[in-house]
């Protein structure tokens, strides 16, 4: 029996008819990033540094605890690494995790980024790489870009 069985998956993955399985997508995936605050100069206020944000979607079913979960760039700096706290996403919602100050609600988080009398970006405006961990430190999802001709990336 198990020769026939063996036999019958080799005579399949000849014919091309039996396909490997396919590596699953992410249920929680960054969506956008907006490396480049709108206005000119950027000056530094919390305002400017609240213009740049990364965008996370849970494109699941079922709601996804984020707590503990990390969101960093392409620096290996520890103060470029944002850790949730006690957050869950909802099924199809979105967050957006801006890099300046404010108050958390349930589609904003803010990773409060600031310093010696200015707030500070995190997200380079030429090229930079976003990166989401789940809890246990497992990269999750990964969005990059190469431009400064846009403000913008659509992951």
Known sequence: MRVRVLLTVALLTAAGLAQPAQAKAPAVRITKIFYDSPGSPDNGANGS????????????????SLTGWTVRDETKRS???????????????TVTLRSGKGKNTATTRYWQRSGQGTFTYIWNQTSDTGYLHNASGKLVD??????????YVIC
């Open 49 to 64: 540094v609240n213009g740049e944000y990364i965008q996370i979607k849970n494109v699941s079913k079922k709601a996804v």
């Open 79 to 93: 103060d470029h690494v944002y850790t949730f706290t006690a957050f869950t996403l909802k099924p199809g919602k």
């Open 142 to 151: 990964s969005c990059s870009y190469d431009s400064s001709r846009d403000d």
